[in-house]
């Protein structure tokens, strides 16, 4: 059996991210979100309450980032930032792995980071996502963080 078009489009997380994007181009590409009924959108933090407002009563999922785009910042920063856009209506949090902290070994930081801002987020309700940069890392690397 093939996979039918709603079955590929809840597989998308439609990224409007570019830090270009203003906010009439967020909102049509929520809008757009919306009518093909995809996974999420993944929008910047200040999008979220928009997002949540335009995916009301459908069910296509906001979701914010947190630490984005290179995953340096402190993790009570990721942590506070995660609550707050699932306080505002995000059920999906993406976070990207700190590369430094990987890159130099330092797993246990990395797990601990991870773990923190998963409880964060799981206590409320919502799901975390990890991106790791591969640009950056080695097949090792990427091992070891799956």
Do not use: W
């Amino acid at each position: 059996m093939y996979p039918t078009f709603e079955d590929l489009a809840k597989m998308i997380d439609h990224s409007l991210l570019h830090p270009t994007m203003t906010d009439a181009r967020v909102r049509a590409g929520c809008e757009l979100s919306r009518s093909y009924g995809v996974a999420t959108a993944c929008v910047k933090p200040y999008s979220v309450p928009m997002a949540a407002e335009i995916f009301a009563g459908s069910d296509v999922l906001v979701c914010a980032v947190a630490g984005f785009p290179h995953g340096n910042k402190h993790t009570g920063i990721k942590v506070a930032g995660s609550v707050r856009a699932i306080e505002e209506g995000a059920e999906e949090i993406d976070i990207v792995v700190n590369s430094g902290k990987v890159l130099g070994g330092d797993f246990a930081v990395v797990r601990a980071e991870v773990a923190e801002i998963n409880a964060a987020c799981v206590s409320r309700g919502a799901v975390l996502k990890v991106i790791f940069e591969n640009d950056y890392l080695g097949k090792d690397q990427i091992k070891r963080l799956c």
